[in-house]
Nanobody, 128 residues
């Protein structure tokens, strides 16, 4: 059984920062890519950012480039999302996911069906 546990969400003012974390565990755990997605009110689940476990290459949605940074702690099977210059439109439930399939094109990993495991989500609310 693989488990992902997110933490770090909250209510902050526009312009502030937040750091989310996602810890993965389980005997069947095999990580090729970890990613963050988000689902805003009345919206579909959308890709935010991903990181390749070996090598650490990253990929960002245009809407968060320059404001968000993803990083990983391999020893702890944990991924972090540092969010800065937050905007009201960043308000969403943020989910982390683990993809085990390897060697696909980078664009494959912006799809929700690329991910085998998901966390329960953490709410991020930005007020102006």
């Amino acid at each position: 059984q693989v488990q992902l546990v997110e933490s770090g969400g909250g209510l902050v003012q526009a312009g502030d920062s937040l750091r989310l974390s996602c810890a993965a565990s389980g005997r069947a755990l095999s990580i090729y890519v970890m990613a963050w997605f988000r689902q805003g009110p009345g919206k579909e689940l959308r890709f935010v950012t991903s990181i390749k476990w070996t090598g650490g290459s990253t990929y960002y949605a245009d809407s968060v480039k320059g404001r968000f940074a993803i990083s990983r702690d391999i020893a702890r099977n944990t991924v972090h999302l540092q969010m800065s210059s937050l905007r009201p439109e960043d308000t969403a439930v943020y989910y982390c996911g683990v993809a085990s399939a390897s060697d696909r094109f980078p664009s494959y990993y912006i799809r929700t069906d690329a991910y085998d495991y998901w966390g329960q989500g953490t709410q991020v609310t930005i007020y102006s």
